[in-house]
């Protein structure tokens, strides 16, 4: 009998033939007939006994055939059951451990497929401007070059190296978003403060493109990361210095509501087209007026930092008139 497999049975079962024959011995020794009535309720007790035991048993053989499919992969299948009991309490907590490591597996298939995508998008950036660097390190080594041209390559190389720290260092915060491992600290911050802070590495920029700025500075208090924030906005303030002609302009204006807080800036550059916009927050996108030196990277940083914090980012543009970016910064957790 495979019950008597099960050492604890086996010894149950053991002890219980022992008592039980102890009880028809005095039974016998009291009366026939009541030896004979204890007999049969032994027999009895001890049939319920092997019948629940063996029923069980066969409960516990489906569970371990479930857990041996599901590690083989068969995750969709569900073994509750809407019986009370402990084994279908068992079922229920099986069940759901199951789904939550099919959960789990899912995101680390999903995580490892990021990876590659990202790998394949650093290598591509990056390929550009070092195949420029090699170019140029060759050329250095010539020895009829010209005094000026060495210092021209070694400016462009210089300027190369500056552009992959950069394409490094965004495509390192991307993927920290994207991980999830960011945690944005959630702090009551004067709004002015925040814009002064993403301003102040962009006036050199501005001023070199002789692009005017003006500030609604109203004393708004916004609720944010104020460091990762603060990269948002810079990001959204270079798409708009890059298409912004000379002498052009932009405006950053502060807004609040009972929901939410909002930043809107607004430039007078060249636009974005109709088929351009459902794609600007897109990782890598380049749009029809996008310079040469352009990644598409920024924008679509600025969308994850703004998305991890519960908050939303819109964008109105008109060919020829300029496009104005409006920030959802909620008040509170949608």
């Given at each position: 009998m495979f019950l008597m497999r099960n050492k604890e049975i086996k010894?149950?079962?053991?002890?219980?033939l022992i008592a039980s024959a102890v009880l028809v011995l005095l039974g016998f020794l009291i009366g026939v007939w009541t030896g004979i009535l204890i007999l049969i309720t032994v027999l009895l007790l001890c049939t319920i006994?092997?019948?629940n035991t063996k029923r069980r048993y066969r409960q516990i053989a489906k569970l371990a055939d479930y857990l041996k499919r599901i590690s083989n992969g068969e995750h969709s299948l569900d073994i509750r059951n809407n019986a009370e009991g402990e084994l279908s309490i068992l079922k229920s907590e099986i069940y759901k451990v199951t789904l939550m490591l099919s959960e789990y597996n899912e995101q680390l298939k999903s995580e490892k497929y990021l990876l590659a995508n990202q790998m394949a998008d650093i290598s591509h950036q990056l390929k550009t401007p070092l195949t420029s660097m090699m170019v140029m390190v060759d050329l250095l080594k010539e020895d009829n070059l010209t005094q000026e041209k060495r210092q021209e390559f070694t400016s462009q190389?210089?300027?190369?190296?500056?552009?992959?720290?950069w394409l490094v260092s965004s495509l390192l915060k991307m993927s920290k978003l994207d991980a999830g491992v960011v945690r944005m600290r959630q702090e009551k911050i004067p709004a002015h403060r925040l814009i002064e802070n993403a301003l102040q590495p962009l006036l050199i920029p501005m001023e070199l493109k002789d692009i005017s700025y003006a500030v609604d500075r109203k004393d708004e208090v916004i609720l944010c990361d104020i460091k990762w924030t603060t990269e948002a906005l810079i990001n959204i303030l270079k798409n708009c210095i890059e298409h912004t002609p000379k002498g052009g302009h932009i405006q950053i204006e502060v807004k609040d509501n009972p929901l939410y807080s909002e930043i809107i800036i607004t430039d007078n550059g060249a636009g974005i087209s109709k088929e351009d916009l459902p794609h600007i927050f897109t990782r890598f996108y380049?749009?029809?007026n996008s310079s040469s030196d352009s990644v598409g990277i920024g924008l679509a940083m600025s969308y994850s930092i703004l998305r991890r914090?519960?908050?939303d980012i819109r964008v109105n543009s008109k060919i020829g008139q300029g496009s104005s970016f409006a920030i959802h910064l909620y008040k509170s957790v949608m």
């Amino acid at each position: 009998m495979f019950l008597m497999r099960n050492k604890e049975i086996k010894d149950m079962a053991i002890q219980t033939l022992i008592a039980s024959a102890v009880l028809v011995l005095l039974g016998f020794l009291i009366g026939v007939w009541t030896g004979i009535l204890i007999l049969i309720t032994v027999l009895l007790l001890c049939t319920i006994f092997y019948v629940n035991t063996k029923r069980r048993y066969r409960q516990i053989a489906k569970l371990a055939d479930y857990l041996k499919r599901i590690s083989n992969g068969e995750h969709s299948l569900d073994i509750r059951n809407n019986a009370e009991g402990e084994l279908s309490i068992l079922k229920s907590e099986i069940y759901k451990v199951t789904l939550m490591l099919s959960e789990y597996n899912e995101q680390l298939k999903s995580e490892k497929y990021l990876l590659a995508n990202q790998m394949a998008d650093i290598s591509h950036q990056l390929k550009t401007p070092l195949t420029s660097m090699m170019v140029m390190v060759d050329l250095l080594k010539e020895d009829n070059l010209t005094q000026e041209k060495r210092q021209e390559f070694t400016s462009q190389i210089y300027m190369q190296l500056e552009r992959i720290e950069w394409l490094v260092s965004s495509l390192l915060k991307m993927s920290k978003l994207d991980a999830g491992v960011v945690r944005m600290r959630q702090e009551k911050i004067p709004a002015h403060r925040l814009i002064e802070n993403a301003l102040q590495p962009l006036l050199i920029p501005m001023e070199l493109k002789d692009i005017s700025y003006a500030v609604d500075r109203k004393d708004e208090v916004i609720l944010c990361d104020i460091k990762w924030t603060t990269e948002a906005l810079i990001n959204i303030l270079k798409n708009c210095i890059e298409h912004t002609p000379k002498g052009g302009h932009i405006q950053i204006e502060v807004k609040d509501n009972p929901l939410y807080s909002e930043i809107i800036i607004t430039d007078n550059g060249a636009g974005i087209s109709k088929e351009d916009l459902p794609h600007i927050f897109t990782r890598f996108y380049k749009g029809k007026n996008s310079s040469s030196d352009s990644v598409g990277i920024g924008l679509a940083m600025s969308y994850s930092i703004l998305r991890r914090q519960q908050g939303d980012i819109r964008v109105n543009s008109k060919i020829g008139q300029g496009s104005s970016f409006a920030i959802h910064l909620y008040k509170s957790v949608m």
